[in-house]
């Protein structure tokens, strides 16, 4: 299983990005999806998760900036990012709690990390 993760780079405060993160591999089914961004300074912090059926829980820092939604046939999971701030530059990694066949718990898979820079 593999989480292959795309779209960070360099943006002003006040623009906009959008990542992206596609599981491949056998998987069987995916529970949640989600995004979390880590610092030098600071763990890995969430930023926004969604479920299989749609609802999405954000971190307040991010609340009515960024919207998180997914792609349950192409296993993919988008983080659009607006009214980016200098505070949001970090690395991002996409998780996915999935199940490969043969086995009953999900189990959580991270993706490469993405670095998003917003400068001021």
């Known amino acids: 299983v593999q989480l292959q993760a795309s779209g960070g780079g360099l943006m002003q405060a006040g623009g906009s990005l959008r990542l992206s993160c596609a599981a491949s591999?056998?998987?069987?089914?995916?529970?949640?999806m989600g995004w979390y961004r880590q610092t030098p300074e600071n763990q890995r912090d969430l930023v926004a998760t969604i479920r299989s059926g749609g609802s999405a829980n954000y971190a307040d820092s991010v609340k009515g900036r960024f919207t998180i939604s997914r792609e349950n046939a192409k296993n993919t999971v988008y983080l659009q990012m607006n009214s980016l701030k200098p505070e949001d530059t970090a690395v991002y990694y996409c998780?996915?709690?999935?199940?490969?066949?043969?086995?009953?718990?999900?189990?959580?898979?991270w993706g490469q990390g993405t670095l998003v820079t917003v400068s001021s």
């Open positions: 591999g056998n998987i069987f089914s995916i529970d949640t």
């Open positions: 998780n996915a709690n999935l199940r490969v066949p043969g086995t009953i718990p999900p189990r959580p898979y």
